[in-house]
C-alpha cells in the first residue's frame, strides 16, 4: 500500500532563510513523486516531480527536493526563504499502473519578516 | 493557455440536496480526477474519468458519482448531502502517456458548503 507522511504540519522560517520540508514515502513498486504548493484560496501547484530519472530534482521557484530510496525521503528544500513562499505544501506518492495521488497532510510554511 | 477551470467558484446546499460540480480539463488533456479536501487536510482521491469511463475509485460512497463528456470536461455529482461532504472539490486534468505517470494540474476547486 502506498502512503506518505509528512513529518511536520507547521514550520516557520525567516525571510532569507533555507527552508526544509520533510516527506518519507511508502510504497510496494517504483514510485513517482511530487511536491504541490496550495496558496490560501487557491488552486494546488505543481513545484516539482521526481520519475525515477535524476534523484536530484529541480523546480519552480528555486525549489529542489532529493530522492534518496534507501531512507525512503523526498525533502524539499529552498535556498533563501521569500515571503511569498508562506503556503500549505503537499507531498503526494503515486504508483506506476495506479492513477489516483495519495497526498500527505500537508506542512504550512510560514515566512517571518 | 487556460488551464483546468471549475464551476462554480462556491455552492450553498442544505443537507439531503443534490449537487453537479463542473470540470473543464487543461487544452490537451483527456483525463479528469476529482478530490475532496476537508478543512485543514490533504486532498483525497474521489475517482478518476478517461475514455468516459470511471477508471479508478476511491474510497467514497456510491452517492459520489461522474461523467466524462466527448470533449473530455466532466461533472461530479454528489446525491442525498451531508454536513460532512462539506469541503473543497478540486478537479485535476492529465495526459495519458502510455506508462509513464501523469502530471495532474488541478483547478481553483469549487468549495461546496452543506447546511
Known amino acids: 500500500a502506498q502512503s506518505v507522511t509528512q513529518l511536520d504540519s507547521h514550520v516557520s522560517v525567516s525571510e532569507g532563510t533555507p527552508v526544509l520540508l520533510r516527506c518519507n514515502y511508502s510504497s510496494s513498486y517504483s514510485p513517482s513523486l511530487f511536491w504541490y504548493v496550495q496558496h490560501p484560496n487557491k488552486g494546488l501547484q505543481l513545484l516539482l516531480k521526481y520519475t525515477s530519472a535524476a534523484t536530484l530534482v529541480k523546480g519552480i521557484n528555486g525549489f529542489e527536493a532529493e530522492f534518496k530510496k534507501s531512507e525512503t525521503s523526498f525533502h524539499l528544500t529552498k535556498p533563501s526563504a521569500h515571503m511569498s513562499d508562506a503556503a500549505e505544501y503537499f507531498c503526494?506518492?503515486?504508483?506506476?499502473?495506479?492513477?489516483?495521488?495519495?497526498f500527505g497532510t500537508g506542512t504550512r510554511l510560514k515566512v517571518l519578516a | 493557455d487556460a488551464g483546468v477551470t471549475q464551476s462554480p467558484t462556491h455552492l450553498i446546499k442544505t443537507r439531503g440536496q443534490q449537487v453537479t460540480l463542473r470540470c473543464s480539463p487543461k487544452s490537451g488533456h483527456d483525463t479528469v480526477s476529482w478530490y475532496q479536501q476537508a478543512l485543514g487536510q490533504g486532498p483525497q482521491f474521489i475517482f478518476q474519468?478517461?475514455?468516459?469511463?470511471?477508471?479508478q475509485r476511491g474510497n467514497f460512497p456510491d452517492r459520489f458519482s461522474g461523467h466524462q463528456f466527448p470533449n473530455y470536461s466532466s461533472e461530479l455529482n454528489v446525491n442525498a448531502l451531508l454536513l460532512g461532504d462539506s469541503a473543497l472539490y478540486l478537479c485535476?486534468?492529465?495526459?495519458?502517456?502510455?506508462?509513464?505517470?501523469?502530471?495532474?494540474?488541478f483547478g481553483p476547486g469549487t468549495r461546496l458548503t452543506v447546511l
Open positions: 503526494v506518492v503515486i504508483t506506476s499502473g495506479t492513477y489516483k495521488y495519495i
Open positions: 485535476a486534468s492529465s495526459l495519458v502517456e502510455g506508462f509513464f505517470t501523469d502530471t495532474q494540474y
Open positions: 474519468y478517461y475514455e468516459e469511463e470511471e477508471r
